[in-house]
C-alpha cells in the first residue's frame, strides 16, 4: 500500500515550458486535491476533484490544469512555466471520517520541488 | 480565504504546555489540524466538526468554538517530537467537502 505517489520529486524548468506533475492514489479515495506551499503562505489550493471525470478550481488556479479520467491518477499540467510558479506542490487524496460534508481526513504525498528559470 | 493563525511561533522546553490558535470568518463546518516537519508532507492530526464531534490524535487535544468560528490546538507535557509546523484547514459551510483553506502555520520549536 504506497498511499499517495508523486513523480517528479525535482524538477527544473525554463519560462515558457509545459510539464505535467504526476500523482497516483491506491486507496480508492474519492477525493484528491493539489496544493502548493510557497514560504510563509502555507497551503493553497490549486484544484480538487470529488471523483473521476469531476474537477473544480480552487483558489490559485491559473496558470494549471487538471484531469481526473480515473480514481486513482489526478495530473497537474503547468500550461506554460512562469517564475512565480517556482513551487512546492503537494497531492492528497481524502477520505470523510463521518461520511459526511467536510470531514475529510487528507493523505499527502511527498511532494515535488518545482523551479521555474 | 486562509483563516488566520496565531502565534506564528513559539519555543517551548520539553515538558512545557502551548497554545496555538486558528480562526477564520467564514461560518466553518470543520477544523482540521496537520503537522509538517521540515523537508516532509503534512500529517493529519485531528479533526474538529461542528457539533462536537472530534476524531484524532490520543494525545493531542483541541477545541472548536462554533460561534466565533475558531479552534485551539492544546500541546500539553510537549515532547521534542511535537517540532514542527501546524496548520489548521476550515472546511466552510458554504464550500462542502474537500475545499479545505489552510492557514499559514505556526511554527513550533520544543528544545531539550
Known amino acids: 500500500n504506497a498511499g499517495v505517489t508523486q513523480t517528479p520529486k525535482f524538477q527544473v524548468l525554463k519560462t515558457g515550458q509545459s510539464m505535467t506533475l504526476q500523482c497516483a492514489q491506491d486507496?480508492?479515495?474519492?477525493?484528491m486535491s493539489w496544493y502548493r506551499q510557497d514560504p510563509g503562505m502555507g497551503l493553497r489550493l490549486i484544484h480538487y476533484s470529488v471523483g473521476a471525470g469531476i474537477t473544480d478550481q480552487g483558489e490559485v488556479p491559473n496558470g494549471y490544469n487538471v484531469s481526473r479520467s480515473t480514481t486513482e491518477d489526478f495530473p497537474l499540467r503547468l500550461l506554460s512555466a512562469a517564475p512565480s510558479q517556482t513551487s512546492v506542490y503537494f497531492c492528497a487524496s481524502s477520505y470523510s471520517l463521518t461520511g459526511g460534508a467536510g470531514a475529510n481526513v487528507l493523505t499527502f504525498g511527498a511532494g515535488s520541488r518545482l523551479t521555474v528559470l | 480565504q486562509q483563516p488566520v493563525q496565531s502565534p506564528q511561533a513559539v519555543i517551548l522546553r520539553e515538558g512545557e504546555d502551548a497554545v496555538i490558535n486558528c480562526s477564520s470568518s467564514k461560518a466553518l463546518y470543520s477544523v482540521h489540524w496537520y503537522r509538517q516537519k521540515h523537508g516532509e508532507a503534512p500529517v493529519f492530526l485531528m479533526i474538529l466538526l461542528k457539533g462536537g464531534e472530534q476524531k484524532g490524535h490520543e494525545k493531542i487535544s483541541a477545541s472548536f468554538n462554533e460561534k466565533k468560528q475558531q479552534s485551539s490546538l492544546y500541546l500539553t507535557a510537549s515532547q521534542l517530537s511535537y517540532s514542527g509546523t501546524y496548520f489548521c484547514?476550515?472546511?466552510?459551510?458554504?464550500?462542502?467537502?474537500?475545499?479545505?483553506?489552510f492557514g499559514k502555520g505556526n511554527q513550533v520549536v520544543v528544545i531539550p
Open positions: 484547514g476550515t472546511g466552510a459551510v458554504y464550500y462542502g467537502n474537500n475545499r479545505l483553506a
Open positions: 486507496m480508492n479515495h474519492e477525493y
